[in-house]
């Protein structure tokens, strides 16, 4: 019998494991922790610090194909 004690217990962990950590991430204080303060894009000196090596690279790229036709 310790076959289905044993399937019990994993069902149970696969149900519950999954549910729980949902149940932990969605919590308002992990939001607010960790989430909450994040940003998806840099700040805005380094943006303009890309952009213009962006465009830096862009120029070099087009004297590079003017030169070789």
């Given amino acids: 019998m310790a076959g289905s004690r044993l399937e019990v217990a994993r069902f149970g962990m696969y149900l519950f494991f999954p549910i729980g950590l949902m149940y932990y991430f969605g919590l308002p204080y992990y939001f607010e922790k960790y989430i909450k303060n994040t940003s998806l894009l840099p700040p805005k000196e380094e943006l303009q610090k890309n952009k213009?090596?962006?465009?830096?690279?862009?120029?070099?790229?087009?004297?590079?194909?003017?030169h070789d036709d």
């Fill in 52 to 66: 213009d090596l962006l465009e830096k690279y862009r120029i070099e790229r087009e004297k590079r194909q003017t």
